[in-house]
């Protein structure tokens, strides 16, 4: 049976199921959909055999790794959004610029989180806040020389991100 065949089944026995499950935990039906969608896509994008012995756990953790995708961006939409609020009504970007910047921030998100929380920490208190090395090493706890590293791995992964096939 081929990879899109095993999708399919698993589709039709367990798409209501798995809406359900996204529903509890999101409280929003049209959410849940597009994450239930969302995880059928990424099945049918895996190259390998779908042999499970357990589909369900199978589906629920890769939907549960989307909730989290999909919280996390909220959670930047909701920072973003309180900051044009602070922000004077002639400074305020347009319904476009907002868009893109949203976007933008949330690209920006994603190659953040394969960095380790220090790392990520250390990263964004010296490109977001504009704070020193010393600084960062005072707020967090940690030496000078940690920072160093932090920030070097951070930008190293982002090089890789940015310029690696």
Known sequence: MSSHDSVHRLYQQHHSWLNTWLRCRLGNAADA?????????????????????????????????????????????????????????AEVPSAETRELLLELLERIACLLDGLRPKVRTAFLLAQC??????????????SLRSVERYVADALYHCYLLRYEP
């Open 33 to 89: 959909a597009d994450l239930a969608q969302d995880t059928f896509v990424r099945l049918l994008q895996r190259r390998e055999q779908l042999e499970l012995n357990a589909p369900r756990a199978f589906l629920r953790t890769i939907a549960r790794g989307l909730v989290i995708d999909h919280w996390r961006r909220e959670e930047l939409q909701r920072a973003y959004l309180e900051a044009l609020a602070q922000l004077p009504e």
């Open 129 to 142: 806040e504009g704070l020193s090395h010393k600084q960062i090493a005072e707020q967090m706890g940690i």
